[in-house]
């Protein structure tokens, strides 16, 4: 049995040729995923086949990917991991725009990789892991765009509830000039985020896994300077997007040194966020714990379990 991840979006535009078309009953490949989206519900509850983790933010991506991972290709857990990407650039790199966030991870557990390339994504600026080299990969294949469009939604039309307004609301006497911030999409951050443009807060700033409507709101308003961040000062920081309004998305993104797009283990790692002072300089990053199987667990995170030195 083949084990397939599928990141980014629209990754089977010729809907005859999806795995689930060519093995209806999944008796050879299995899908590996960490949303658990319908069809893989559908999967575990038609076929007795599915494959699946919480959402795990960095840690947890590492958490349940390390076992996959082999400096040898034919070694590795994964067998194809296909994402979208933009075209490549005159040195033959790819930039992993919208879908930068999980990427670093999958390049490294795959057998085999493919690229869908779409004309209209971005060049999204880093930040660091958002670009993979053509001698990386097994095959791409050029999107037609016009043919396969992104969903478009009209997030400015989100309406929240008055409960949502009053969250918000109250989310505003805690709040302070100069915070960082984080979104997610739906009408509750949209609520936040009138009532951050109605509370007149200045230089905040980004620290973000999605970017979205939002958080583009408040950076065009001048809100948003990211002036006295510990980290990546002047940057609004991301690692993916769903772009349901694909040229102002792009627009916003595109060869932008106001945004940096990071990997997940960057946007979502804690000792990444803590102030530069005291507890994060303890801390050795995560690339190191990763190298030199430092434990995962003591009073950063709670337990003791370290899943690189387990055998799990």
């Excluded at 990917?65 to 034919?74: D, I």
């Excluded at 765009?145 to 997030?155: D, V």
């Excluded at 609520?191 to 939002?214: P, Q």
Aim: glycine share 8%; charged share 25%; aromatic share 16%.
């Amino acid at each position: 049995m083949s084990f397939v991840c599928v990141c980014g979006h629209n990754n089977f535009p010729d809907k005859k040729w999806t795995p689930e078309q060519i093995d209806p009953h999944q008796h050879y490949h299995c899908v590996h995923e960490f949303f658990f989206f319908p069809w893989n519900r559908k999967a575990r509850d038609n076929n007795n086949v599915t494959d699946w983790a919480q959402w795990g933010w960095s840690y947890g991506m590492w958490a349940h990917h390390y076992r996959f991972v082999n400096a040898l290709r034919e070694k590795r857990g994964l067998d194809w991991w296909f994402n979208a990407t933009t075209v490549p650039d005159s040195h033959g790199f790819f930039n992993m725009s919208y879908g930068t966030n999980n990427c670093n991870i999958f390049r490294q557990t795959a057998k085999r990789i493919v690229f869908e390339v779409r004309s209209d994504y971005p060049w999204a600026e880093g930040g660091r892991f958002n670009t993979i080299h053509i001698d990386e990969i097994d095959y791409w294949v050029e999107v037609d765009c016009e043919k396969y469009r992104w969903p478009q939604i009209n997030e400015k039309a989100l309406k929240p509830r008055p409960e949502e307004e009053a969250i918000a609301n109250h989310i505003m006497g805690i709040m302070r000039d100069r915070d960082v911030i984080q979104l997610g999409i739906g009408s509750l951050p949209s609520a936040c985020v009138g009532a951050m443009a109605d509370a007149g807060f200045r230089d905040l700033g980004v620290h973000t896994e999605m970017l979205n409507y939002g958080l583009i709101r408040l950076i065009e308003s001048g809100q948003v300077t990211n002036a006295y961040k510990n980290i990546d000062r002047g940057k609004s920081v991301w690692t993916f997007a769903f772009p349901v309004d694909v040229q102002w998305y792009y627009d916003t993104i595109h060869r932008n040194q106001n945004m940096a797009v990071y990997d997940i283990e960057y946007t979502k790692f804690p000792v990444s966020m803590l102030p530069k002072e005291g507890a994060a300089r303890r801390y050795p990053s995560y690339d190191e714990r990763r190298s030199y199987k430092i434990p995962m667990g003591g009073d950063l995170w709670g337990y003791d379990w370290d899943p690189y030195q387990s055998g799990r």
